[in-house]
């Protein structure tokens, strides 16, 4: 059974970096994402990468503050925030593209297998 664990979240000041990692298991893990929900809110797209990390895609509300990679084991994914902002404050989840779904898909619909989440908090 797949199973993706997150970790690195916490309480950091607008400015700051943080990184993320989300570790999986029982499975093989293609194009990975990482998506994240604010209070009262939908779950947004913030970032993917494909198998090799040959291939990323960002929302445009992070492109040029975060970076995704994978670890050499490629069942790890990492999630670099820099410049962290208030409006950054979220869960953040990871989770695995669908073979059905096409790279590119920003749509949560597309993803599956969601970790359980972990909670970054931007203060001002």
């Known amino acids: 059974q797949v199973r993706l664990v997150e970790s690195g979240g916490g309480l950091v000041q607008a400015g700051d970096s943080l990184r993320l990692s989300c570790a999986g298991s029982?499975?093989?893990?293609?194009?990975m994402g990482w998506f994240r929900q604010a209070p009262g809110k939908g779950r947004d797209f913030v970032a993917a990468i494909t198998w090799i990390g040959s291939s990323t895609d960002y929302a445009d509300s992070v492109k040029g503050r975060f970076t995704i990679s994978r670890g050499n084991a490629k069942n790890t994914v990492y999630l670099q925030m820099n410049s962290l902002k208030p409006e950054d404050t979220a869960i953040y989840y990871c989770?695995?593209?669908?073979?059905?779904?096409?790279?590119?898909?920003?749509?949560?619909?597309?993803?599956?297998?969601w970790g359980q989440g972990t909670q970054v908090t931007v203060s001002s």
């Open positions: 029982g499975g093989t893990f293609s194009t």
């Open positions: 989770a695995v593209l669908s073979y059905t779904a096409r790279w590119g898909s920003q749509k949560e619909a597309d993803f599956g297998s």
